[in-house]
């Protein structure tokens, strides 16, 4: 029997003596023990196979690094013993090799370069900031100097650039600013060149500036996920459960062996959203600055706005999710009969209505609610219901079982977009340690947009991609409840 077969005849085991409310019979019990030495088996042949594979690997690797490092060492006249013999790796060595190298012939302008080189990125900082600030975006801790060029235009900062690259500064300053964007052009394909690495830096400074304060409220309501690729992560998302009570042993006892049941959890997937602009001729000559800074940070607003837009939109169009059943419905237990605008009794019906939900193997779940989401309009009401001490307008003087209650208030006005002349929803949220509502992935954590400079040959202008990767994604019900709301 292969290993998925063996385990599925254990569980199937299993669960008709749990339907049955009955311990293993004997014979169950000698058949899944059986079972469970031919798991061992496998499991063992598995691991000398392995062994074996791995010894085989690390005889073929070190014969590798003898061999690369003696043909490096008879390439240079040097002697391999003492690397091959201390287990030096072939990196290592090749390291050695170049020091040896240049002790041998060391350029006699070595330390002038790097001293140059270091000087550059200083003078490329120095610029982009001050590109940065003139656009009026604060930096806290700007570059060394980069004050000295907050007053010089593109045209300035480019004859400043095509001077340090070599060009005569006296010519340069007699061109028109229409032959100065010709040189230029002329520069795009030049990884060395300073203009358009400045550029790049002041744009990318931007954009996370400006995406960092960007005041959209998704954060406080989801989750932040990473993926690796765009390859829908449907084969590894299981969660655990449904291994019953802790039992009793008696004295002498058995301790009675158990199978966690598993359950396939939604599946996430990462999406490209993006971009393309262009600081264009016509720019440069005009000194539009705003075209390498405002632009490209409104790019970056607007890819913050979209996230925050998909999420709300999620609640709010109520889409059917991973079960093929509507996040909010009364399937999932998560939808209030009746809307209304937020009151003490109506917060009180949902925080129940979340507390008495149960996973996906029927036990109960320690839910924390956490978050009240609201469209705006209610934030006075809910400050009032949340920071009374009394019930408001009770003539018995009731004490508010709301009061100081552990929750936060979190209002967005893309759910009054939504709604229109419509009723407005409003939801209640879980802690995510107790129970997991939506959540946003981003590829290898990546979470602000990325700009990559464009080679377009025949383009009047510089241009840039800007793009970020992410997905949304609902990854269980039971963490969120709405109510319907009303009219605003």
């Not at 030096?88 to 080189?117: F, H």
């Not at 390859?231 to 002498?252: M, Q, R, T």
Request: overall charge negative; charged content about 25%; hydrophobic content about 40%.
């Amino acid at each position: 029997m292969t290993r998925e077969a063996i385990l599925a005849r254990q569980h199937e085991i299993i669960e008709a003596a749990r339907a049955a409310g009955r311990e293993l019979t004997t014979e169950e019990r000698a058949e899944f023990d059986t079972l469970q030495r031919q798991l061992d088996e496998l499991d063992n042949e598995a691991s000398a196979r392995e062994a074996e594979a791995n010894t085989q690997r690390a005889v073929e690797a070190e014969r590798s690094r003898i061999s690369e490092i003696t043909d490096m060492a008879r390439s240079f006249d040097m002697d391999p013993a003492q690397a091959i013999s201390s287990g030096m790796t072939v990196d290592a060595y090749r390291a050695q090799v170049i020091n040896e190298l240049r002790s041998r012939c060391a350029p006699i302008s070595t330390r002038g370069v790097d001293v140059q080189a270091d000087e550059e990125d200083k003078f490329r900082s120095a610029a982009a900031d001050a590109m940065v600030m003139r656009a009026g975006v604060s930096i806290e801790h700007p570059a060394e100097g980069a004050r000295d060029f907050r007053n010089l235009s593109m045209r300035d900062l480019a004859i400043q650039c095509l001077s340090r690259d070599g060009q005569n500064a006296a010519d340069l300053m007699r061109k028109s600013s229409d032959d100065i964007y010709t040189e230029l052009q002329r520069q795009y394909y030049n990884p060395s060149a300073s203009f358009p690495a400045i550029m790049d830096q002041t744009i990318q400074k931007t954009i996370v500036e400006m995406y960092n304060h960007v005041p959209t409220t998704f954060e406080q309501i989801t989750t932040r996920g990473t993926l690796p690729d765009f390859k829908e992560s449907a084969d590894h998302e299981y969660v655990l459960g449904g291994i019953g009570d802790f039992e009793e042993v008696p004295e002498n006892g058995e301790l009675k062996n158990s199978t966690p049941q598993t359950a396939l959890l939604p599946s996430r997937q990462l999406k490209t959203y993006g971009k393309q602009f262009s600081m264009t001729r016509q720019a440069f000559i005009n000194d539009d600055i705003g075209l390498v800074t405002r632009v490209p940070g409104l790019y970056a607003v607007a890819a913050k706005k979209t996230i925050d837009k998909q999420v709300y939109g999620i609640l709010f169009n109520n889409p059917a999710i991973f079960d093929g059943v509507n996040l909010f419905d009364n399937a999932h237990k998560n939808l209030m009969a009746s809307g209304s605008k937020p009151t003490q009794a109506a917060i009180q019906s949902m925080i129940l209505q979340m507390q008495k939900q149960t996973d996906q193997f029927g036990d109960a779940i320690y839910m924390t609610p956490r978050t009240i989401v609201v469209p705006v309009g209610y934030e006075f009401d809910l400050a009032v219901i949340l920071h009374s001490t009394q019930v408001t307008g009770s003539s018995n003087n009731d004490i508010n079982p709301l009061y100081n209650y552990p929750i936060q208030i979190v209002q967005s006005p893309v759910l009054n977009a939504l709604a229109g002349q419509n009723a407005c929803p409003w939801f209640l949220v879980a802690d995510p340690t107790s129970a997991l509502g939506i959540q946003v992935d981003y590829l290898n954590g990546q979470d602000t947009p990325t700009i990559r400079r464009m080679e377009a040959p025949g383009t009047l202008g510089f241009v840039w991609d800007i793009f970020l990767d992410w997905g949304v994604t609902v990854r269980d019900f039971r963490g969120l409840v709405k109510n319907p709301g009303t009219t605003l």
